[in-house]
């Protein structure tokens, strides 16, 4: 099968975050906007084209407070940089269904390398449009001061409100292009 484009289908797709508060609990949150370009065989993964566009004013932990911080200047700093960026430089296959995607992550102004553990969750034709379906799935752990995300706060209990390890989760639905 050649390579085509596939197209995300954000209702059927999520990025989203989980960070450790206060050293006790996990906060969560999504990016509600996002786009993906996706040039793949699904039958040769390895050579795909991957670009995924965020909208970082659209994070949502569904608290506004909290959501109004992080696009502040102390974390994401969405009116200098309102875009999140990954772009895939290397895929490598490590079972049938399981790959490596190393690409750069652009947070805030800074990029990184980050490697994405990612599976193929296989595809499926439509029932309504009669159109090709691919899903996949994965995460990756960042350290956010890696991307200038330094602000914190201490504890008075010890400790710090906000680790700085943050896992990267993803679930994608992309359809073929027609």
Do not use: C
């Amino acid at each position: 099968m050649a390579k085509t484009t596939w197209n995300v289908d954000t209702v059927h797709s999520e990025i989203g975050f989980t960070v450790k508060h206060m050293m006790i609990s996990k906060a969560k949150g999504t990016f509600n906007d996002f786009d993906a370009v996706v040039e793949a065989d699904p039958d040769n993964l390895a050579d795909a084209t991957i670009e995924v566009n965020i909208d970082a004013a659209s994070i949502d932990t569904r608290n506004n407070d909290r959501d109004d911080h992080l696009r502040s200047a102390d974390f994401l700093d969405v009116e200098s940089h309102p875009k999140i960026t990954f772009k895939a430089t290397d895929i490598q296959k490590k079972s049938d269904s399981s790959y490596d995607v190393t690409g750069d992550l652009t947070i805030s102004g800074t990029t990184n390398p980050v490697t994405l553990d990612t599976t193929f969750e296989g595809q499926s034709k439509d029932p309504m449009s009669g159109n090709m379906v691919a899903g996949f799935s994965g995460e990756t752990k960042i350290n956010r001061k890696d991307f200038g995300l330094t602000w914190n706060a201490a504890l008075e209990t010890g400790g710090v409100l906000i680790a700085d390890e943050v896992k990267i989760t993803f679930e994608i639905e992309a359809h073929k292009a027609e």
